[in-house]
């Protein structure tokens, strides 16, 4: 379970990182997450509200974890790849 209690954050990799490793994700509402975290079945919990939390958490022990195929870290390093690679381009 990976628990990740914010009460400020703009991004971050954790989420999927978790996801990667079927890990379940519980979260704060904030910032990167809001599109990360349910992408990855991952629950999110009002910023401060410790009972939404613990909720979150007793919920995500039943559900399965999911990491999208586009998530995969083999296919992000083919888009990164991709991306520069065509930057370079004259």
């Known amino acids: 379970m990976c628990?990740?209690?914010?009460?400020?954050?703009?991004?971050?990799?954790?989420?999927?990182?978790?996801?990667?490793?079927?890990?379940?994700?519980?979260?704060?509402?904030?910032?990167?997450?809001?599109?990360?975290?349910?992408?990855?079945?991952g629950l999110l919990a009002p910023p401060g509200d410790s009972r939404a939390l613990a909720q979150g958490i007793a919920k995500a022990m039943g559900l399965v974890p999911s990491n999208p195929k586009e998530f995969e870290f083999e296919e992000l390093s083919h888009r990164f790849v991709e991306r520069y690679h065509n930057r370079l381009k004259p």
């Open 3 to 41: 628990v990740l209690p914010y009460r400020q954050v703009t991004q971050s990799s954790v989420p999927l990182i978790a996801a990667a490793f079927g890990v379940h994700v519980v979260t704060s509402v904030l910032g990167g997450f809001l599109d990360d975290v349910p992408r990855v079945k």
